[in-house]
Each structure stands twice: as C-alpha cells, then as structure tokens.
C-alpha cells in the first residue's frame, strides 16, 4: 500500500537555530497527519497534529505545515534545544477506523 | 493520569519459544495498537483492537496474534518465535473511535537467541 516517507534521514543543527523536519506522503485520502517524537529508550510522544482541511497549525515552539496539493508536511522547531534531540515521526491515516502509518523517521541532532 | 504501561521492558527468548506481552492503556481509552519497531523498517502496524474487538489488522504472520480484556488491558502473544522476532514492540492507546492521536508506552524490547 502506500506509504509516508521522509526526505533527510539525518538533520544536524546548532542550538538556537531553527530546524525543518519534511515528510513526503502519497495518499491522496489521508486526512490526518501527527507528528512524534521518539528519544533513546522511549516510546513515541505526540507533539502536534493537523487535518487536511488545514494548512498550518502551531504549538508551542512546533509548527506543522501541510501541502496537500505536493503531498508535503513539516515539522518546523523553533530556537532548537539541545534537549529537542531524538527520531521525529511523521504519520498519516485515512478518515474513519483506520490505522496510523508512519514514516521511516528522521533523527535530529542538535549541538551546543 | 497514569501513561500506557507496558510490560515486561525487556525479554530474552529463544527460537521457537512463544512469549505474551502486556499492554495497560490510559484510563478511558479503549482503543489499543500494537507496532513493531526495528531499525530497518521502522515502526509496522500488528493490530488494533476496539471494545474487546480486533478492528485493524497488519500484514504479520497468524504466529502474532493479541486480545483485549473487558477492562482495555490488551496482550499480544508471538508463537514459535524466530530470530526477525527481535524488535521493540510498542502498545498505544487512544480515546478517539477513530483512532487518531495515539499515546504510546516506552515498549517491550525483544530478543530472540
């Protein structure tokens, strides 16, 4: 089946800078997409989500940006901590009792 | 609110053993997703179970199979165990029907001898 997929495996940025997380998907019938964030050692935690019928959404120091018509998503973080360090997740899902399919993931690696 | 608990947090199991992991969801939820999580393929879908139902299912062997309790408390249980066994095994729940926003706990990770 179709799958989410990222574009940079690695992303290495110095604190205080911001980093861009992208994420490529291609179903078109995906009309939810979450974020996560996985330290060494740990499960998945949630950071943000967004719906098709929008295009960006913020939290705090996080915003998701959504392309529906390049099948694109991003994950932007403001003023990088060294602590914002770990495997961010993309995942997108259908509407309805489907299930969550995630992306291959992408490490961020933030030095002092 | 306590999180998902999963238990045991590490196993060490040999080939062609069987082994059942334990999954307590956050109170209220009552859906609850199993994934596999390797290196290589990242984290793959086993199933979903809903209200004691199974909803969703990945594209795993019938040797991985799972139930859910009247209480929510999920197990998975992995027959004749083989070496690609070996993975952090993820359970998350959710309090949406629709199974979005899933909360995870930190895993069972697996090791096949």
């Known amino acids: ?112 | 609110k306590a999180g998902v608990t999963q238990t045991p947090r590490y196993l060490i199991k040999t080939r062609g053993q069987q082994v059942t992991l334990s999954c307590s969801p956050i109170s209220g939820h009552r859906s609850v997703s199993w994934y596999q999580q390797t290196p290589g393929q990242g984290l793959q879908f086993l199933f979903e179970y809903f209200s004691e139902t199974q909803r969703n299912k990945g594209n795993f062997p019938g040797r991985f199979s799972g139930r859910q309790f009247s209480n929510s408390r999920s197990e998975m249980n992995v027959s004749t165990l083989e070496l690609g066994d070996s993975a952090l095994y993820l359970c998350a729940s959710s309090s949406a029907p629709e199974n979005e926003k899933l909360f995870f706990g930190s895993g069972t990770q697996l090791s096949v001898l």
């Open chain 1, 1 to 112: 089946g179709e799958s989410v997929g990222l574009h940079l495996p690695t992303l290495s940025v110095q604190e205080g800078d911001n980093s861009i997380i992208n994420c490529a998907y291609s179903n078109s019938a995906s009309d939810y997409f979450i974020w996560y964030k996985q330290e060494s050692g740990k499960g998945p935690q949630f950071i943000i989500d967004i719906r098709s019928n929008m295009d960006k959404r913020q939290g705090q120091r996080v915003t998701v940006l959504l392309n529906k018509t390049v099948k694109h998503l991003s994950l932007q973080i403001a003023a990088t901590q060294p602590g914002d360090s770990a495997v961010y997740f993309c995942a997108e899902k259908n509407s309805g009792y489907s299930t969550l399919t995630f992306g291959k993931g992408t490490m961020l690696l933030v030095s002092p």
